[in-house]
Nanobody, 115 residues
Framework: QVQLVESGGGLVPPGGSLKLACATS????????VGWFRQAPGKEREGVSS???????YYLDSMKGRFTISKDNAKNTWYLQMNSLKPEDTAVYYC?????????WGQGTQVSVSS
């Protein structure tokens, strides 16, 4: 059974940084495309970033240059380094495969950007 556990969220001021982590059991990163999604209050969940089996990365335009996705296959963990955070980045962040697998959604981790 696959489990994904997000961590690393918090409250930061605009311009701050956070590093999210997604630890998985039951999912092999060597064979899956994985990524990060987020859901802001009153909005639909959206894909933020992904990383392929080969390590190729993808970002939404609004995240380019600010967010960096990475993974550690040996630790079965992937990360999202978020810099220059803006209030509009406030959301619950989730990790999942790409495309997402409905049964893999976890609780997410709250990221709040506010002064």
């Amino acid at each position: 059974q696959v489990q994904l556990v997000e961590s690393g969220g918090g409250l930061v001021p605009p311009g701050g940084s956070l590093k999210l982590a997604c630890a998985t059991s039951g999912l092999t990163l060597d064979y899956n495309v994985v990524g990060w999604f987020r859901q802001a209050p009153g909005k639909e969940r959206e894909g933020v970033s992904s990383i392929t089996k080969a390590g190729n990365t993808y970002y939404l335009d609004s995240m380019k240059g600010r967010f960096t996705i990475s993974k550690d296959n040996a630790k079965n963990t992937w990360y999202l380094q978020m810099n220059s955070l803006k209030p509009e980045d406030t959301a619950v962040y989730y990790c999942n495969t790409v495309p997402s697998t409905v049964n893999y959604w976890g609780q997410g981790t709250q990221v709040s950007v506010s002064s």
